[in-house]
């Protein structure tokens, strides 16, 4: 892991993406629901090639900034800028074109359709033909197929699944469909990934192997990952920069080190302990 | 070879209906919402295929295509004006802005081509086709629409399962949200599948007028209702259902107006539909909804 340099933006990122401009720059995001105030000046920056984690108590606001990055709510305060563009008023298609692509807390996977259709369908924008061809299948249509079956094949691949192809994605055991739901959204070939609990409900063993291939991915398509996990084991064991969120601020930032021995953050997670010594 | 003609008949009539549910079945799947104003544009169909013979002069296959090309557009165009504002509306708003579409498109027909019945010739004209020494004549609208029908679903079915626009509707069916995060344009593929659905309901718009030469403000009411029950029947939501469903609709309306009654052939439609909503809910091939946890 290389050493995390602090930046302009207030903000860390890792020293070997300081030669480009961060992918996401986050600064002073807010949204309010009615009066409710869902996320408070969210200010964060991640580089091109990060790893990083946003963690904090269930109801922090965590999938609501997943949400605000990818356009299902519009910010009622401040800008995320996408590789320098600001990404306000943009339609969730926009920025999903632009590179954000994300998994969900609860497996959202298209589940009557195959596992191959599946990541087709994130493909989606990545090959064209005419509707034509398409409904007399003349060669650009086969054409196009082809080249999509076998980028289909190289995704399945990351995480050997190309036998799963012709499978209901409905019928795949948990671990596999929460592996696919990556693999989909790699299919839309994003700068950033956006990742909501991708261990929830796998066992240690699984977590362990996801970890590697967290890495793998990376590495493989040199992409910044953002994710949202309560398994530390998983976050402390991959993050190099982590955000922690409580009601809707961010209450500290840093390497996981720094992140463990943080009181404010043992206290957000632990509770306060009163001087009588029962819990708050 | 009575029974043989009756079930012809009932197979050509079950296409037409197939054509139209389709339509239904196809905007329920993905807008979820009932496009009762569907009906109407089988009406518009077939006027605009009758101005283009009767009083322009044309050929039937410029008709047709003009049919098609008008109501495509003009499906695009009532999704865009009528619906598309109401995305996020209650569903009984949606469907109440739907029958006032359909009235406002048979007001608009009584306008232009007032409330008389107008007699439309078949824009199939070839000589029937007579198997078995003449005892069994197939009239040429018959062989058009069966022929159309099979064409129809077949290719339908292909788009659907084979293309990219087709995996692309499958998956805004399934989960909006998930599909726009995927970058699948969501108002785009509804105008797409509102554009098939309004085409081939010109289609059927045409056929029918063939089978049954006269044409009014009114003439896509029953049809539509019919081919509703027909979208119900295979189970709203899914394509085969609604072919499936046609098809049955047909016969038994056909076979039921032969042998038992023919007042009460419609009767016999909406009580077999009845049944079969009582034995299996979500209609012949309908899927088993699950509730979202």
């Known amino acids: 892991m290389s050493k995390m340099v602090p930046v302009p933006s207030a903000g860390i990122i890792p020293e070997r993406d300081l030669n480009s401009s961060p992918i996401l720059e986050i600064s002073h995001l807010g949204i309010t629901f009615g009066g409710l105030v869902a996320v408070e000046d969210f200010n964060l920056v991640i580089g091109r090639t990060e790893i990083s984690g946003l963690i904090g108590p269930n109801g922090a606001g965590k999938t609501t900034v997943f949400n605000l990055l990818t356009k299902v709510y519009q910010q009622t305060k401040g800008a995320i800028l996408l590789d320098g563009v600001d990404t306000k008023g943009m339609t969730t298609v926009q920025v999903n074109q632009l590179g954000i692509a994300r998994t969900f807390q609860n497996i959202r996977l298209f589940s009557s359709l195959t596992v191959e259709d599946n990541v087709k369908i994130g493909l989606h924008n990545q090959y064209k033909y005419d509707t034509l061809s398409g409904i007399l299948r003349l060669p650009p249509y086969w054409k196009a197929e082809k080249q999509a079956k076998e980028r289909v094949r190289e995704l399945l691949s990351i995480f050997n699944m190309e036998h799963m192809a012709k499978y209901k994605a409905g019928s795949l055991p948990y671990g596999a469909q929460r592996r696919l739901e990556i693999v989909r959204a790699l299919a839309t070939n994003p700068s950033l990934l956006l990742l909501d609990e991708p261990a929830a409900g796998m066992n240690p063993s699984e977590t362990e192997e996801l970890m590697a291939n967290i890495r793998k991915i990376r590495d493989a398509f040199q992409i910044a990952i953002l994710l949202i996990e309560h398994d530390m084991s998983l976050v402390m064991g991959i993050c190099e920069g982590i955000a922690v969120l409580n009601y809707g601020k961010i209450i500290a930032k840093g390497t996981p080190e720094e992140i463990q021995s943080n009181p404010e953050v043992i206290e957000a997670y632990l509770g306060k302990q009163k001087e009588d010594g029962s819990d708050a | ?293």
């Open chain 2, 1 to 293: 070879m009575d029974f043989i003609l009756h079930l012809i008949n009932g197979i050509s009539l079950g296409s037409i209906y197939a054509i139209i549910a389709l339509g239904y079945t196809m905007v329920y799947g993905i807008a979820k919402m009932l496009n009762f104003a569907h009906g109407d544009v089988i009406m518009v169909g077939g006027y605009i295929s009758f101005v283009v013979t009767a009083n322009l002069g044309l050929p039937p296959a410029v008709a047709i295509v003009a049919a098609v090309a008008v109501c495509t557009a003009l499906g695009v165009i009532i999704e865009k004006l009528a619906y598309k504002p109401l995305r996020a509306a209650p569903s009984l708003a949606v469907l109440i802005t739907a029958i006032g579409v359909s009235y406002f498109l048979q007001n608009a027909a009584l306008l232009i081509w007032s409330s008389n019945p107008k007699s439309y010739s078949s824009m199939f004209s070839f000589e029937p086709l007579r198997l078995f020494n003449n005892r069994l004549s197939i009239t040429s609208v018959t062989i058009v629409t069966v022929v159309t029908g099979i064409v129809v679903m077949a290719a339908l079915t292909l788009i659907i399962s084979k293309t990219k626009m087709g995996k692309a509707m499958r998956a805004v069916s399934e989960d909006k949200d998930a599909a726009q995060l995927m970058g699948i344009g969501v108002n785009k593929t509804i105008s797409i599948t509102f554009a098939i659905g309004s085409g081939l309901a010109a289609i059927a718009g045409v056929l029918l007028a063939s089978a049954y030469p006269i044409i009014m403000p009114t003439m896509g009411s029953m049809p539509g209702i019919k081919a509703f029950t027909a979208a119900v029947f295979g189970g709203i939501g899914s394509v085969p259902g609604a072919m499936l469903g046609g098809i049955l609709l047909g016969v038994i309306e056909i076979i039921g107006r032969a042998y038992i009654s023919s007042e009460l052939s419609d009767a016999i439609v909406f009580s077999v539909l009845i049944i079969v909503l009582l034995v299996k809910p979500t209609g012949l091939l309908g899927k088993k909804i699950n509730e979202k946890v």
